[in-house]
């Protein structure tokens, strides 16, 4: 076993959940050694044809994470150990924080294709395909933006791949709205966190509004042109909005979610050029989270 390989108890958590494999001419054979491969390129970033020789082929590495990025094998497997956590009640949902985070794009990043992609032997479009394939422009050049919401053990529940000048605020309630937890032991999956902390990029009526139609409790502060506003239409301002300081002192769980999931450098900096094969990379770097004790 090499470094960065599952180990066996994370291969005995993962196995259930991976496809059906002994398939006609063995396209799905031996998973571990490929999803060992895929998971030795996110942690280093290197370009697919420099895999080393013990993963095999690079091609059927590379083929494999573009297909279940594509057909979204990768978010199912992501539901599945989430699942898995929270009947072990290892999901700490007494504090969910949303937060954001830019990741610089490689010149390889850039160049793909106007053409619509499929995926492999069906006629529809892959999951989390973005026309504008997530980049966009910023002072830094080409970068792309990852909304993610961590729960309290510093794990992903879910996120968004977006261009990176687009705004927090507005893409909160998508990111909550992804949150979708598998109950095992059936039942609705599981959506609603007991509380939710943001900074103050996300304090906006639109947002304290959908938070209260949900009845989930949160803290974000109020920033001073907001509060200023507020107090200056007097009693049709409304009421001020709620802050704890300590329960916000959470909030850097979200910040240290984003960093465990940095230590990938395929995710620090993007190389892929398709938007939705950089989710499934995204996607596999937050199951290994999910997967180490």
């Known amino acids: ?7 066996n108890a ?3 958590r993962l196995e259930p959940h991976l496809p059906a494999s002994g398939r006609r001419g063995g396209r799905w054979n031996d998973h571990r050694k490929v999803i060992n491969g895929i998971l030795f390129r996110v942690r280093t970033g290197i370009p697919w044809r420099d895999l080393p020789e013990r993963f095999g082929r690079w091609k059927t590495v590379y083929e494999r994470h573009r297909r279940w990025s594509a057909d979204g094998t990768w978010d199912r497997i992501l539901r599945a150990v989430q699942a898995e956590a929270d009947l072990a009640d290892r999901i700490d949902w007494s504090m969910v924080s949303v937060d954001s985070t830019s990741c610089r794009a490689h010149q390889h990043a850039a160049g ?3 053409k619509k992609p499929r995926v492999p032997k069906k ?3 892959p999951r ?3 026309s504008d394939e997530g980049l966009g422009r910023s002072r830094g050049g080409l970068t792309c933006k990852i909304h993610l919401a961590g729960e309290g053990g510093c794990r992903p529940l879910a996120f968004l791949v977006t261009p990176g000048q687009w705004g927090d605020a507005p893409q909160m309630i998508e990111v909550l ?4 937890v598998p109950r095992t032991e ?3 999956p599981r959506t609603r966190p007991d509380h939710l902390g943001c900074d103050k990029a996300y304090s906006s009526r639109r947002n304290r509004r959908y938070l209260r139609r949900r009845q989930i409790k949160h803290t974000i502060p109020e920033p001073k042109d907001q509060r200023a506003n507020r107090k200056r239409r007097g009693s049709k301002g409304g009421r001020p909005a709620g802050f704890d300081t300590e329960i916000y002192k959470r909030r850097n769980e979200v910040e240290r979610t984003i960093n465990r999931l940095k230590n990938s450098r395929a995710v620090a900096t993007r190389y892929d050029k398709r938007a939705y094969v950089f989710h499934g990379t995204v996607t ?3 199951v290994r989270l999910w997967l180490r004790p």
């Open 1 to 7: 076993m090499g470094r960065g390989d599952l180990t």
């Open 186 to 188: 059936g039942g609705r």
């Open 123 to 125: 006629r529809t479009t």
């Open 112 to 114: 793909a294709r106007k």
């Open 177 to 180: 709205e992804r949150i979708r």
């Open 128 to 130: 989390h395909h973005r």
């Open 10 to 12: 994370e291969w005995v």
């Open 284 to 286: 596999v770097a937050a």
